[in-house]
């Protein structure tokens, strides 16, 4: 799941199924600070060059869009996993800090309350992000890379196996060049490719 699209959707919807809490339907995402990239650019073409390399190695991809021009909500990106019984999801994300000097990569797994795949989940992520940084060289946000979150939408939505991967932060200058170079966001998809290997 490539994250954000080209408009981003603030009409509310529900957290979790049976929540009265709810969150904006699809959020804006972040821009790099020195290239100006959008985040959805950058996840869509990770996405989409993730998506190539998969079905390279001879696996059934499931992506919920290939273009920025949609309108598709968090619950509507869970159902789409749902519907097609994936073995595993990965959303991809980058990240954003008012601190600039903070930079890296961490994924985010729902906590054990949220999903019947708590143990493959935190494998899946840390597998595949131990390869991903292997790749691309960036360093690790967090302890063991990890974040275990229980808000968010398509998490709480989603009754498969799903992890998201903050790919990096285009807040921090340096990083936010990096990605911006289209053969990086290569070198980021065959990172991922190697964890799913």
């Known amino acids: 799941d490539p994250g954000h699209q080209k408009v981003y959707d603030p009409a509310p919807e529900p957290i979790a199924p049976n929540s009265y809490?709810?969150?904006q339907r699809v959020a804006g995402g972040c821009r790099g600070v020195r290239s100006g990239i959008y985040e959805h650019d950058v996840a869509q073409d990770v996405g989409l060059e993730l998506k190539r390399l998969l079905e390279a190695e001879g696996a059934t991809v499931v992506i919920t869009h290939e273009t920025t021009e949609v309108?598709?909500?968090n619950i509507e990106r869970?159902?789409?996993f749902n519907e097609a019984n994936v073995d595993l999801a990965i959303r991809l994300h980058c990240n954003q800090s008012n601190d600039r000097k903070m930079r890296g990569a961490f994924m985010l797994v729902p906590v054990e309350r949220c999903t019947n795949y708590y143990e493959y989940n935190v494998k899946a992520a840390k597998t595949?992000?131990?390869?991903?940084?292997?790749?691309?060289?960036?360093?690790?946000r967090y302890k063991e890379g990890m974040t275990y979150r229980d808000d968010q939408t398509c998490f709480n939505w989603c009754t498969r196996p799903?992890?998201?991967?903050?790919?990096?932060h285009l807040s921090n200058?340096?990083?936010d060049m990096l990605i911006a170079d289209a053969d990086f966001r290569k070198t980021m998809a065959r990172g991922l490719l190697n964890g799913f290997l």
């Open 21 to 23: 809490t709810s969150k």
């Open 71 to 73: 309108n598709i909500s």
């Open 128 to 140: 595949i992000l131990e390869e991903y940084l292997e790749e691309t060289k960036l360093p690790m």
């Open 78 to 80: 869970a159902e789409i």
């Open 162 to 168: 799903i992890i998201n991967i903050e790919m990096g």
């Open 173 to 175: 200058p340096d990083e």
